[in-house]
């Protein structure tokens, strides 16, 4: 698989399909109300180990996926908040 560090970390990204029910409206009379429809959302999942993401992907579809090998980095976040006041 890949060369795996004690901090390596691994990301799969895919897509989903939600089905959203129509209103009644639309099952009886049609082309009023609102439609069912199909919508593809994305997702996310996030493995600490290579054993973890080899567990998720023997169960995925893996032509729908993507994999990225991440190292975590430390950051440092500041905030500054100045105000100018024109006279």
Known sequence: ?????KDTKFIV??????HHEGD???KQYPGHG???WTEEVPTIGYYNTEQDLK???AILDV???R???VK???VEIKKTVSIDIGT
């Open 55 to 57: 567990d998720t992907l």
């Open 1 to 5: 698989m890949t060369k795996n560090t």
């Open 13 to 18: 990204i895919g897509s989903r399909n939600i």
């Open 24 to 26: 009644e409206r639309s």
């Open 63 to 65: 032509s729908k996926v």
């Open 72 to 74: 975590e980095l430390s």
């Open 34 to 36: 609102y439609p069912a």
């Open 67 to 69: 994999v990225f090998s």
